[in-house]
């Protein structure tokens, strides 16, 4: 069965830098794009942007772009979101998730905390 | 970027009874190959969000019959025929027809 499992929470200071990892199992990591999503503590959900899982092409939602990278490594089928120069307002849930407009089913990881506080 | 709008925020329901969300777009989500990329997305508490229904009326696999989508160009809605308790949670519509992808503000159902 398909599953993303991203690892756990992380507690930062302010100008530190983060990296939240999504492994992916139970299909062909390269068939599907790789989607970020955000939620603020007792907020909605925001996109963030997506990874090409063939090219390692990214695409960032504005207000997601400088210190927000995608990246891959598709020899263990995991999918990185890092944050560097972290914000008190970086604090959030972050999303892997496998969601494709076109067709059913979406998966999503079990999300990861990113708390930024001195 | 589209802004997408839902009504209510809060919707109080007695279980057994149908509840209704809106959702509005700024713009039209037709796109250009004729489909509508609207859909609807559910968050149950402590929970990760699971979509629902895609491209306006397509429910997911294992999702209840209960749920069902309508609407066409810029206005969209949810319909749960007869709540139950585990749809406690807050609803989000999502269109992905313009990029970035946009979520609405989200409905949060509760039980009366």
């Known amino acids: 069965q398909v599953q993303l499992v991203q690892s756990g929470s992380e507690l930062k200071k302010p100008g530190a830098s983060v990296k939240v990892s999504c492994k992916a199992s139970?299909?062909?990591?390269?068939?599907?794009?790789m989607n970020w999503v955000r939620q603020a503590p007792g907020q909605g959900l925001e996109w963030m942007g997506w990874?090409?899982?063939?090219?390692?092409?990214?695409t960032y939602a504005q207000g997601f772009t400088g210190r927000f990278v995608f990246s891959l490594d598709t020899s263990v089928s995991t999918a990185y979101l890092q944050i560097s120069s972290l914000k008190a307002e970086d604090t959030a849930v972050y999303y892997c998730?496998?969601?494709?407009?076109?067709?059913?089913?979406?998966?999503w990881g079990q999300g990861t905390l990113v708390t930024v506080s001195s | 970027d589209v802004v997408m709008t839902q009504s209510p925020l809060s919707l109080p329901v007695t279980l057994g009874q149908p509840a209704s969300i809106s959702c509005r777009s700024s713009?039209?989500?037709?796109?250009?190959?004729?489909?509508?990329?609207l859909n609807w997305f559910q968050q149950r508490p402590g929970q990760s969000p699971r979509r629902l229904i895609y491209?306006?009326?397509n429910r997911d696999s294992g999702v209840p019959d209960r749920f069902s989508g309508s609407g066409s160009g810029t206005d969209f809605t949810l319909k749960i025929s007869r709540v139950e308790a585990e749809d406690v949670g807050v609803y989000y519509c999502m269109q992905g027809t313009h990029w970035p992808w946009t979520f609405g503000q989200g409905t949060k159902v509760e039980i009366k």
């Open positions: 139970g299909y062909t990591f390269t068939s599907y794009a």
């Open positions: 998730a496998r969601v494709t407009v076109t067709q059913p089913n979406d998966y």
């Open positions: 713009q039209s989500l037709v796109y250009s190959d004729g489909n509508t990329y």
């Open positions: 491209k306006v009326s």
């Open positions: 990874i090409n899982t063939n090219t390692g092409n990214p």
